[in-house]
């Protein structure tokens, strides 16, 4: 039952904090506005994307959404197998962020184009009436805003001069996803694979 507890309460906490960042990003903020929190290091600044996490454009926004919504499912049956099995908390820990990660997105494919204004680079986007939005279900895009651009590759160096480090913008549902599952792999890949979770 408290593994049952501590899943719900951390899928339905990075949810709300995700979808609270960006509604006040969305509608405060115009589309590409920096904003500057720690010197050069660390920005605000608002994108929105129709393709994978942190910013990549590989598919388009339907098929992703669908993908977002068959992977969900199945961490959805890989939790519920943990908790029959009373797995470690911290495993429980790692699934939940994974899937509130996923449902944070998939939240804004879902809806955001059906609630919100486009946003532009000149105006904030603005929440409309259920349907009057920019776009349709399942088509509307994900917001991104943290960005840390920790310094730039010099230029001799192969492949990355002239490039920055790390310069992907990101949401808290991203980094969610990416948190659980690196230390998913860190530290209980073995514990999946001997007890078997993702067989019948």
């Known amino acids: 039952m408290r593994r049952t507890i501590l899943a719900i309460l951390i899928v339905l906490g990075v949810i709300v904090i995700d979808q609270l960042i960006k509604f006040d990003i969305k509608t405060t903020f115009m589309l590409h506005e920096d904003y500057v929190v720690a010197r050069d290091w660390f920005h605000i600044l608002f994108t929105e994307n129709r393709g994978m996490a942190f910013g990549m454009q590989f598919v388009g ?52 184009g059906l609630i919100f204004t486009e946003s532009t680079p000149y105006f904030p986007a603005q929440l409309v009436p259920f349907g009057q939005g920019y776009g349709s279900f399942l088509s509307g895009k994900v917001v991104d805003m943290f960005y840390f651009p920790l310094f730039t590759w010099p230029d001799w160096v192969p492949l990355f001069g002239g490039n920055t480090f790390f310069g992907a913008i990101f949401n808290f549902a991203d980094a969610s996803i990416s948190c659980g599952a690196v230390a998913l792999v860190l530290f209980y890949h073995k514990y999946i694979s001997h007890m078997g979770l993702l067989k019948k």
């Not at 699934?95 to 809806?111: C, E, Q, T, Y």
């Open 61 to 112: 926004t339907m098929f992703l959404a669908l993908f977002r919504v068959v992977a969900i499912g199945l961490f959805c049956v890989l939790l519920s197998r943990l908790i029959q099995r009373k797995a470690p908390y911290g495993l429980i820990v790692c699934v939940a962020m994974i899937i509130a990660g996923a449902a944070g997105n998939i939240i804004d494919n879902m809806f955001y």
